[in-house]
Every structure is written in structure tokens, then in C-alpha cells.
């Protein structure tokens, strides 16, 4: 049975990603803060593991991947938003809360996952969730944008410090998926075009399933009209 990790599983693109991947025999482990969602997601279900972490506490997160065990993909998922603000108006703890969770927590995930992946001959598969935002902005997203160019170069560093152990890196940007995140900005702009979070899910399911000889290493989805391609 093939194995996956999901960070940020309690909710949004994570608890579609989750379920769809049940639905397709895996065994899950499904991390996320709120404990009580990640049990009604696993209630019922002898694949899912529920495992409450907080994606920035290394020992909880050390705790959750050994109770999992064997680890065949990561999807590196777990990540805020912020405040939407320009720069002088965001306070230094709201950019601090943001970067613990997209940087520091997506290290941690994917160092744990690197670590046991390069002990298995078969290696492993990590798969973070970048966004469009890791190309091109949103007025007033200075947190979200910094920390999501971040992890294109943790996507790539991974993908070269991979290889000599079979682990592959690549990354999921999404747009406009209708997840809790993207639900407050809608509500902020009614008009945003918006697609269904299973899209998402399906796409992180296509890559965790290539084989291990080939690679997505970058995957865009996003909702067809939304103003991502040309210029205003």
C-alpha cells in the first residue's frame, strides 16, 4: 500500500488532497493542529492516520512522522495567508506568524520526510504547494508573496539534493482553489473567479502517482479566467 504524508490535512486543499487519497486505497497521515478534524476525517477509515502537529514545533513534527512510519510522498502543504496590507501596515509578528508557518513549517516537514526517504532504496516523492503567488503577486500579499518564492527554491534545491537517494521534488501551484484561504479574499472581492478544491486534489494525486524514473516538477491549476496570463 502506497503511503502519504499530508501537512495542512484538516482543511481546504489538505482535507480534499486527504480524502481523495483514502478514496484511492493509500494510507494517509493526516497532520494539522486541530486534532478533533483530522479524527473526523479518520473516523471510520483504517488508512487514516490522524496525527496533530503544529508544522512549526520540530519535536511534534519528529513525533507524528515516526508514529507514521514508512513515508512514500509528502505533500508539503500546511501554509497562511496573512494580512492583506502593504508593507508598512503589516506588523513584524503578523510577517513573523506567516514565515513560520510556509518556511519553517515546510522545512521541517520536508527535512523529516528527506531523512527517511534517503534511507529507503525506493526512495520517496515530496511535493510542496507553492501557488501562483510564487510568480506573480497580489496587491498587498508581501508575506504570502516572500514566503511562497521561498518555496520554489526549496523545490529546487530538493530536486538536486534528491537525486543521489531516488528522492523526487516537485510543486503544485494553485489558484484560486475554493479552500478556506481563498473563501476570505472572495469575500473581500465577490467577482474572483474561483474553481473547485478537487481539482487540486486530482493534480497532486497525478503527481504523487508518476513513477519513480519520472517527475512533475512544476504543476499549475488554477480557475480558467482568473487574470494569472497577460496583463491588465
Known amino acids: 500500500m502506497k503511503t502519504i504524508v499530508i501537512t495542512g490535512a484538516s482543511s481546504g486543499i489538505g482535507r480534499a488532497t486527504a480524502e481523495l487519497f483514502l478514496h484511492e486505497g493509500w494510507r494517509v497521515g493526516l497532520i494539522a493542529r486541530r486534532a478533533d478534524r483530522l479524527q473526523a476525517i ?10 496533530p502537529a503544529d508544522v512549526t514545533d520540530p519535536k ?6 515516526e508514529a507514521f512510519g514508512h513515508i512514500d510522498v509528502l505533500f508539503n502543504n500546511a501554509g497562511l495567508f496573512g494580512m492583506s496590507a502593504p508593507i508598512d501596515e503589516v506588523p513584524l509578528e503578523v510577517w513573523t506568524e506567516v514565515m ?3 518556511i519553517n513549517g515546510m522545512f521541517i516537514a520536508a527535512q523529516l520526510a528527506f531523512e527517511r ?4 532504496p525506493e526512495g520517496g516523492r515530496i511535493i510542496n504547494n507553492g501557488s501562483l503567488s510564487a510568480y506573480v503577486p497580489r496587491p498587498g500579499s508581501v508575506c504570502y ?13 530538493l530536486s538536486l ?5 531516488n528522492i523526487a521534488c516537485g510543486q503544485i501551484d494553485i489558484g484560486n482553489a475554493e479552500s478556506e484561504l481563498v473563501a476570505g479574499l472572495k469575500a473581500a472581492n465577490p467577482e474572483m473567479d474561483t474553481m473547485g478544491v478537487a481539482h487540486a486534489a486530482s493534480s497532486v494525486l497525478h503527481m504523487a502517482q508518476m513513477p519513480a524514473e519520472a517527475n512533475v516538477q512544476f504543476l499549475t491549476v488554477m480557475a480558467t479566467k482568473m487574470p494569472y496570463i497577460g496583463r491588465g
Open 42 to 51: 479518520a473516523t471510520g477509515t483504517p488508512n487514516a492516520v490522524a496525527l
Open 60 to 65: 511534534a513534527m519528529r513525533e507524528a512522522f
Open 100 to 102: 513560520q508557518v510556509n
Open 117 to 120: 526517504m534517503r534511507k529507503q
Open 145 to 157: 508573496t516572500m514566503s511562497k518564492h521561498a518555496v520554489t527554491g526549496l523545490t529546487k534545491t
Open 161 to 165: 539534493d534528491g537525486r543521489p537517494f
